[in-house]
């Protein structure tokens, strides 16, 4: 079993900039060979993908984070960190860790994130 456990969440203002990081406990094997990344949800809107990174550190951006936020991983310490710059309001969400293998994925509690205008 794994639990996710996220941190650096808060409040900002426009144009600042954050860094979320995912500590993964239980297996630190499973971190390691398995994709993780960053998802968030906004009031009212589907939970949608930010950044995921693979095993060989493969990357994918969402289409409006690109250019401004950057994810990486560190297996020697099971986790993995979203750095976000220029933040903007529309990036108010809660943010959710994620690990996914073949046969499931683990989901963190979820940090809140709020920029101010």
């Known amino acids: 079993q794994v639990q996710l456990v996220e941190s650096g969440g808060g409040l900002v203002q426009a144009g600042g900039s954050l860094t979320l990081s995912c500590t993964a406990s239980?297996?630190?094997?499973?971190?390691?060979?398995?994709?993780a990344g960053w998802f968030r949800q906004a009031p009212g809107k589907q939970r949608e993908l930010v950044a995921g990174?693979?095993?060989?550190?493969?990357?994918k951006y969402g289409g409006s984070v690109e250019g401004r936020f950057t994810i990486s991983r560190d297996n020697s310490k099971s986790t993995v960190y979203l750095q976000m710059n220029d933040l903007k309001p529309e990036d108010t969400a809660v943010y959710y860790c994620?690990?996914?293998?073949?046969?499931?994925?683990?989901w963190g509690q979820g940090t809140q994130v709020t920029v101010s205008s």
């Open positions: 239980g297996s630190t094997n499973i971190f390691r060979h398995n994709v």
């Open positions: 994620n690990l996914a293998t073949i046969f499931e994925e683990y």
């Open positions: 990174i693979t095993q060989g550190d493969s990357i």
